[in-house]
T-cell receptor, first 111, second 114 residues
Framework: SQQGEEDPQALSIQEGENATMNCSYK?????LQWYRQNSGRGLVHLIL?????REKHSGRLRVTLDTSKKSSSLLITASRAADTASYFC???????????FGSGTQLTVLP | NAGVTQTPKFQVLKTGQSMTLQCAQD?????MYWYRQDPGMGLRLIYY???????DKGEVPNGYNVSRLNKREFSLRLESAAPSQTSVYFC?????????????FGEGSRLTVL
């Protein structure tokens, strides 16, 4: 079973707009991570937020974590066509060093 | 700087055939993982190896076996392939720090079972 569930499943925006993706999970976590996957490629790590953090920034990425609601959001500001990809959240519950992935959000940025 | 290398990249099998997917990492990571990715289902963990000499089942282990050959290499074997095993397989590794650390992924192995 999947720990994280992303919302929306698909998102289409114009270049320059902001993109927001949400992730909900079920059990307590040690950290939550976001990954990006370009079509036909492997996943690439974007950002990690620990359970005692509420917000984290990396370049044009902003991640928030609300452990009381068991949810996280990924904001990509000033999106570019090159941001077109699938984005996955992954939760680390600490047990057996496993990461559990959600089903992903497909982001399309139109030029 | 290769990172995680998977072979083969593509494979077509007939039902009942066997094959082994190879994975190697050059980052001196302790933990290695095999995931499968199916449309609309994200990644599901098949097997993992927390350290050299140990392997454990993940969410969907049936029909697969693994070998942690040494610290660098972690192979996934399909003994008798079935059409339900048509998928994209990803190997990943992780530095084994407690409750932390990103996964580094290979580029994937695309398997079709006819």
């Amino acid at each position: 079973s999947q720990q994280g569930e992303e919302d929306p499943q698909a998102l289409s925006i114009q270049e320059g707009e902001n993109a927001t993706m949400n992730c909900s999970y079920k059990t307590s976590i040690n950290n939550l991570q976001w990954y990006r996957q370009n079509s036909g490629r492997g996943l690439v790590h974007l950002i990690l937020i620990r359970s005692n953090e509420r917000e984290k920034h990396s370049g044009r990425l902003r991640v928030t974590l609300d452990t009381s609601k068991k949810s996280s959001s990924l904001l990509i500001t000033a999106s570019r066509a090159a941001d077109t990809a699938s984005y996955f959240c992954a939760t680390d519950s600490g047990s057996a060093r496993q990461l559990t992935f959600g089903s992903g959000t497909q982001l399309t940025v139109l030029p | 700087n290769a990172g995680v290398t998977q072979t083969p990249k593509f494979q077509v099998l007939k039902t009942g055939q066997s094959m082994t997917l190879q994975c190697a990492q050059d980052m001196n990571h302790n933990s290695m993982y095999w995931y499968r990715q199916d449309p609309g289902m994200g990644l599901r963990l098949i097997y993992y190896s927390a350290s050299e000499g140990t392997t454990d089942k993940g969410e969907v282990p049936n029909g697969y076996n693994v070998s942690r050959l040494n610290k660098r290499e972690f192979s996934l074997r399909l003994e008798s392939a079935a059409p339900s095993q048509t998928s994209v397989y990803f190997c990943a590794s992780r530095e084994d720090r407690a409750s932390a650390g990103e996964l580094f992924f290979g580029e994937g192995s695309r398997l079709t079972v006819l």
